[in-house]
């Protein structure tokens, strides 16, 4: 099955530090990605939708500064969390969309825990 | 997409059947009723989808009412790794948008 993965898969970083996290579709291709980002005993709340090739689309009250994304191939996207502050720590979460679609059409990576000192 | 309605937190004994019950009265002709779950720590993971048949996979039964307004998530024996957070999600399939997560059911499996 369709398989996406994130890297890393948790990190720690200090307040005012850049992060980046990598998700990629590794045997489909993705013309959609989706960036999840979960408090603790929270739902999934999206952050912006990302198409290859284009710029990101943010949700209200996301900041696009503050999450640098790229979607630069059919197989990546990037989040980047810049100067990181404590109240960014969160459970991030990506999503990508099958370009052939497919039964369910989106497939989620396992989360990457970011953790601000 | 439509808005679902969960019970929040439900509890099961191991080996028996789950059901976890979903409403979505406001559903359109053209919208699907999908399930995922998410197991803590983890990115949500699909368990299956219909439009108005019940649907059966290897993972579960999903039982959809004659008028759609509501639908029900079958385990039919719940093991302890089935513990997770159960999102029913109604959306028109193939429209390209984001998944919209509400708050779920917490399904906790006993021994």
């Known amino acids: 099955g369709a398989v996406v993965s994130q890297h890393p898969s948790w990190v720690i970083c200090k307040s005012g530090t850049s992060v980046k996290i990598e998700c990629r579709s590794l045997?489909?291709?993705?013309?959609?990605m989706f960036w999840y980002r979960q408090f603790p005993k929270q739902s999934l709340m999206l952050m912006a939708t990302?198409?290859?090739?284009?710029?990101?689309?943010?949700e209200q009250g996301v900041e696009k500064d503050k999450f640098l994304i790229n979607h630069a191939s059919l197989t990546l996207s990037t989040l980047t969390v810049t100067s990181a502050h404590p109240e960014d720590s969160s459970f991030y979460i990506c999503?990508?969309?099958?370009?052939?679609?497919?039964?369910?059409?989106?497939?989620f990576g396992p989360g990457t825990r970011l953790t601000v000192t | 997409d439509a808005k679902t309605t969960q019970p929040p937190s439900m509890d099961c004994a191991e080996g028996r059947a789950a059901n976890l019950p979903c409403n979505h009265s406001?559903?359109?002709?053209?919208?699907?009723v999908y399930w995922y779950r998410q197991i803590h720590s983890q990115g949500p993971q699909y368990i299956i989808h219909?439009?108005?048949n019940n649907e059966t996979n290897e993972m579960a039964s999903l039982i959809i009412t004659e008028d759609r307004k509501s639908s029900t998530l079958i385990l039919p024996h719940a093991t302890l790794r089935d513990t997770a957070v159960y999102y029913c999600?109604?959306?028109?399939?193939?429209?390209?948008?984001?998944?919209?997560f509400g708050g779920g059911t917490r399904l906790m499996v006993k021994p």
């Open positions: 999503s990508a969309r099958n370009r052939a679609g497919g039964a369910h059409e989106q497939y």
């Open positions: 045997d489909f291709q993705a013309t959609t």
């Open positions: 990302s198409n290859e090739g284009s710029k990101a689309t943010y």
């Open positions: 406001t559903i359109s002709g053209n919208e699907y």
């Open positions: 219909g439009l108005k």
């Open positions: 999600i109604v959306r028109v399939r193939n429209a390209g948008n984001m998944l919209t």
